[in-house]
């Protein structure tokens, strides 16, 4: 049973043109995070949700936006992406936001910048 | 600049022999160390932590080593299966919550 989903698993925009991935999650968390992942390097946390309060990380480039509608459902858009925005993008969902809480992750997006 | 690292892009060791995965942190204001496991076309999940008051933990196969003065922790499996290549993420929480990750190192095991 998939506890964090992420749609779709292969995402390919336009240079420019707005594109939004989906992450949603039945573990009911409080916490929800966006990471990005590029070839061979660290997942990058870009932002994350505690229940509607969202927290962006101070080298989020503002290209970089997310919603949360409601518990189960967080949204990444990115407004104009770059060549440079092609990644893998993590979901990831933790009860609360306490130093020893794990994460579960979606399998995630791997977004294609044409 | 990086607080995790993981200095190893990637390991191979025979079956059933030892493997073992470092990593060197920098931040001493992280508390908790987490090791995540990922296979290809999957997220990352949890394979086992360790709480900066302790100095080992250790989970059937899989054994997390701590050394604060050193900043560094490893990961051993013993003893390693084909099933265990994948790529391995080490992972430090500070007292947000928040993961900081290294950049993963791919093990592969041989039969």
């Known amino acids: 049973d998939a506890m964090v989903i992420q749609n779709p698993r292969y995402q390919v925009t336009q240079f420019g043109k707005p594109v939004t991935l989906s992450c949603s999650q039945t573990l009911n968390h409080n916490v929800m995070y966006w990471y990005q992942q590029k070839s061979s390097q660290a997942p990058k946390l870009l932002f994350h949700y505690y229940d509607k309060d969202f927290n962006n990380e101070a080298d989020t480039p503002d290209n970089f936006q997310s919603r949360r509608p409601n518990t189960s459902f967080c949204f990444l858009d990115i407004r104009s992406p770059g060549l440079g925005d092609a990644a893998m993008y993590l979901c990831?969902?933790?009860?609360?936001?306490?130093?020893?809480?794990?994460?579960?992750f979606g399998s995630g997006t791997q977004l294609s910048v044409l | 600049d990086q607080q995790v690292k993981q200095n190893s892009p990637s390991l191979s060791v025979q079956e059933g022999r030892i493997s073992i995965l470092n990593c060197d942190y920098t931040n001493s204001m992280f508390d908790y160390f987490l090791w995540y496991k990922k296979y290809p076309a999957e997220g990352p999940t949890f394979l086992i932590s360790?709480?900066?008051?302790?100095d080992k933990n250790e989970d059937g196969r899989f054994t997390v080593f701590l050394n604060k003065s050193a900043k560094h922790l490893s990961l051993h499996i013993v003893p390693s299966q084909p099933g265990d290549s994948a790529v391995y993420f080490c992972?430090?929480?500070?007292?947000?919550?928040?993961?900081?990750f290294g950049q993963g190192t791919t093990l592969q095991v041989k039969p």
């Open positions: 990831a969902t933790s009860r609360e936001r306490h130093v020893n809480e794990k994460l579960f």
């Open positions: 992972a430090a929480s500070d007292d947000t919550g928040k993961l900081i």
């Open positions: 360790i709480s900066s008051i302790k």
